[in-house]
């Protein structure tokens, strides 16, 4: 059984950082995509930034030079450093993973962490 396991959300001034880590638990020998998601209140969850296939990665365009997106693939961890941030960029973010191999077959399906909330005060 896979499960995500997010941490480092918070609050936060304007302007301030935060960093964020999210933890693939259980047999796993690799995650082909692994990155974050967020859902401001009103709106539809977006992709915030992700690695895709052979270390490929996306930025949604409202966080690039801001936001900064790393993994360690021994840990199967994956760390969003969040820089200058603004009050818009307060959601809940959510890590995704899918594509992921494990002793007991490869899953396709998307896997979600419960999220953590980053506020950001004006």
């Known amino acids: 059984q896979v499960q995500l396991v997010e941490s480092g959300g918070g609050l936060v001034q304007a302007g301030g950082s935060l960093r964020l880590s999210c933890a693939a638990s259980?047999?796993?020998?690799?995650?082909?995509?692994m990155g974050w998601y967020r859902q401001a209140p009103g709106k539809q969850r977006e992709l915030v930034a992700i690695?895709?296939?052979?270390?490929?990665?996306n930025y949604a365009a409202s966080v690039k030079g801001r936001f900064t997106i790393s993994r360690d693939n021994a840990k199967n961890t994956v760390y969003l450093q969040m820089n200058s941030l603004k009050p818009e960029d307060t959601a809940v973010y959510y890590c995704?993973?899918?594509?992921?191999?494990?002793?007991?077959?490869?899953?396709?399906?998307?896997?979600w962490g419960k999220g953590t909330l980053v506020t950001v005060s004006a």
């Open positions: 995704n993973a899918r594509g992921i191999a494990t002793p007991a077959g490869y899953y396709g399906m998307d896997y």
């Open positions: 259980g047999s796993i020998f690799s995650i082909n995509a």
């Open positions: 690695f895709i296939g052979g270390g490929s990665i």
